[in-house]
């Protein structure tokens, strides 16, 4: 039977995916074969270079038959099989690096999630608070002390430091006694407000730091 690898073409993509995936098998299995394990993440990398070198002049846009697909074999094997290529050490790099490092976006997202996820409740906490004694608007304060901290992710919450700094920046800008104008407004307000002394202290914090004068848990 005929092995044939569409190599574009979005009608027959499903079935050039599994044609890859049993090149992809063969190769590591060649390779297993003559001494030599291969990852198959590492193969698809080889895989996809030896296509697109011009040298090797496979037409991506057109059905790879029989003897293209075993020429592709051979060549990745050969490739996988050469101890002193060093396009080889730069791909095993390169895979090495795909699959142990996230990107930097990759990693602003992953750490917003779980601001995000440590956050939430203690939002709830704050916007649904009815305190109205002594100790529980100096318990509301400091869960609007931590929100802040927690949401700038600049410093621990747990920190008494960072906590202390963090409290003096927002008593500067929103005393304790303002809590009870806070807690009259609509959840929606309240969230509004939390956003914004954040966003306030954060930038206190910042420029004492740049002074010299604080940014307690603030890297560089």
Known sequence: VERKIIMSGTANRIQAEGVIKNIIREIVQECASRGE????????????????????????????????????????????????????????????????????????????????TRLQPILREITDNRASSKDELESLYRKIVSSVLLRSGLGSPTDISVVREATAA??????????????????????????????????????????GKGGEGIDN
Do not use: W
């Open 170 to 211: 927002l008593q500067s800008v929103f005393p304790q006694t303002e809590l009870g104008n806070f807690l009259s407004l609509s959840k929606r307000d309240k969230d509004r407000q939390l956003v914004e002394l954040t966003q306030i202290v954060t930038g206190i914090r910042l420029f004492n730091k740049e002074c």
């Open 37 to 116: 394990g291969v990852s198959e993440t590492l193969v698809a990398f080889i895989v996809k270079a030896v296509v697109l070198e011009p040298e090797n002049d496979f037409q991506v846009d057109r059905v790879l038959a029989s003897d293209d697909v075993q020429r592709l074999i051979d060549l990745c094997v050969k490739r996988l099989l050469d101890g002193k290529s060093s396009s080889l050490d730069t791909i095993k790099m390169q895979v090495y690096f795909d699959m142990n490092y996230t990107t930097r976006d990759e990693f602003l997202t992953e750490h917003r999630r779980v601001l995000e």
